[in-house]
């Protein structure tokens, strides 16, 4: 075993392997984080939960407000994630590892229920969901200090991107600002360098840049990583970078940025001449997020801000009929032109109230209650869409029968700005998080 691997795995091990303490280490080391000093490491977390929704499942709510204030409640069972993790240290600081994700239940021929802003139906060969390999990479570590990964790795833009694991969120699904607006969990081809100097952790990657034909009004950039071929194009790029500080015991704060150029990255390439070479569709976006776990209690929060230029001229090119626009695989002009600006911030809270009985406490038994907000907006300036505009309130518990397992129980309240209806729900979930061997 290298140093770097022993270095990550006695660290895992000191705050608590699998606990919420693990908000503490980036989920890029994830897949080395195991016990035991084997060579393989095998590992992995899921979710399964259910959700009663006090609101209209209407794909019209927003659009008529008024005729869906009193539909019945709906509910439904999901698996959002279910993920394997795979790592094998070569020896001689040469090392691999991998991520495979199973969202929603895996794959299957299923419809497709599209609600927002538009109804649509659309049959798909896959249950739901899909099968993705959110990570596959090869890495060789100098030391604690440096190390270069190159294959699919994760951008650690944010709090939820780097930290995505269920144990590092209260919440019954991920923190919903980021997980709407940005790629989440964001993972991408590129090459990563990455190191520890004392307090400090530093991340740079070099990445494909995203595709802004896939932007759209309520998701803004999420979309931009989906490829519809067996490759992802590389015509332009982006680069990201992240800075961790832990000088103060049980604290780790972050700023992350990203930069890239949207435009001319889609197939066929055939739009970067005449007028149009001039529009660059620049992506640039800043975080701050921060975590703290110490004396029983749990904090975590992030600032996220982003602009994208030239997005009204984009919008124009992507609508509808505009023969500029070329032949593409994709759907185009939804009638959800994207915002050049979006934000997303997040706060919660939790204590431990176990810890205050000795027997649960010996046991290693943990009850947290917490609060949570949140408040986004995937189109800022945009004077019609209010719906985009969202402030989300909940409150719950996660229980810890284990370190590894959370039974989580919340209530969720998406509060919209008028007329909108707001929109109340009830999650349960239960959540696992750990390494085999």
């Known amino acids: 075993m290298n140093k770097f691997t022993l270095g990550i795995t006695s660290a895992v091990l000191a705050l608590g392997m699998a606990t919420t303490a693990n908000a503490q280490v980036s989920a890029v080391d994830s897949v080395m984080n195991h016990a035991g000093g084997h060579r393989l490491s095998v590992g992995g977390y899921g979710e399964a939960t259910y959700s009663r929704m006090f609101y209209s499942d209407n794909g019209n709510r927003y659009s008529k407000p008024g005729s869906y204030k009193n539909d019945p409640s709906h509910g439904q069972f999901d698996i959002p994630h279910a993920v394997i993790y795979l790592g094998y240290d070569f020896g001689k600081g040469w090392s691999m590892g991998s991520e495979i994700e199973f969202e929603h239940g895996g794959t299957g021929s299923s419809i497709e229920y599209e609600a927002d802003e538009a109804i649509e139906f659309e049959n798909e060969q896959e249950k739901g969901g899909e099968v993705e390999l959110e990570q596959f990479w090869l890495q060789k570590s100098f030391g604690k200090y440096l190390n270069i990964r190159a294959g699919h790795i994760v951008v650690p833009f944010g709090l939820t991107n780097a930290h995505h694991e269920p144990l590092n969120f209260f919440t019954v699904y991920r923190p919903e600002g980021e997980n709407t607006i940005l790629p989440c969990t964001w993972h991408q081809t590129g090459a990563s360098v990455f190191g520890r100097l004392g307090d400090w952790r530093y991340e740079a990657q070099f990445l494909a840049g995203l595709d802004i034909f896939h932007f759209d009004g309520a998701n803004w950039i999420q979309k931009g990583t989906h490829s519809p071929y067996e490759f992802e194009p590389a015509n332009k790029y982006g680069a990201s970078l992240r800075i961790d500080n832990y000088s103060i015991p049980g604290l780790r704060w972050a ?160 509060d919209l700005t008028s007329p909108y209806n707001d929109e109340p729900s009830l999650n349960i979930g239960i959540a696992y998080e750990g390494f085999f061997m």
Request: proline share 4%.
């Open 255 to 414: 700023i992350s940025g990203y930069y890239g150029m949207a435009m001319h990255n889609s197939v066929p390439h055939d739009m970067e001449s005449g007028a149009n070479k001039k529009i660059k569709g620049n992506v640039y976006l800043g975080s701050f997020d921060f975590t703290f776990n110490r004396f029983n209690w749990i904090a975590r929060g992030n600032v996220d801000y982003g602009y994208v230029s030239d997005a009204d001229y984009i919008n124009n090119l992507n609508r509808p009929g505009n023969p500029a626009n070329g032949i593409t695989p994709y759907e185009t002009g939804k009638g959800a032109p994207f915002g050049s600006h979006a934000v997303a911030t997040m706060f919660e809270v939790g204590y431990d109230i176990f810890s205050q009985i000795n027997k649960l406490r010996e046991d290693k038994q943990k009850l947290y209650l917490f609060g949570h907000f949140e408040y986004y907006n995937s189109y800022v300036h945009s004077q019609t869409r209010k719906y985009y505009n969202k402030r989300i309130w909940a409150f719950g518990l996660n229980y810890y029968p284990i370190p590894q397992i959370a039974i989580k129980a919340e209530y969720n309240h998406r």
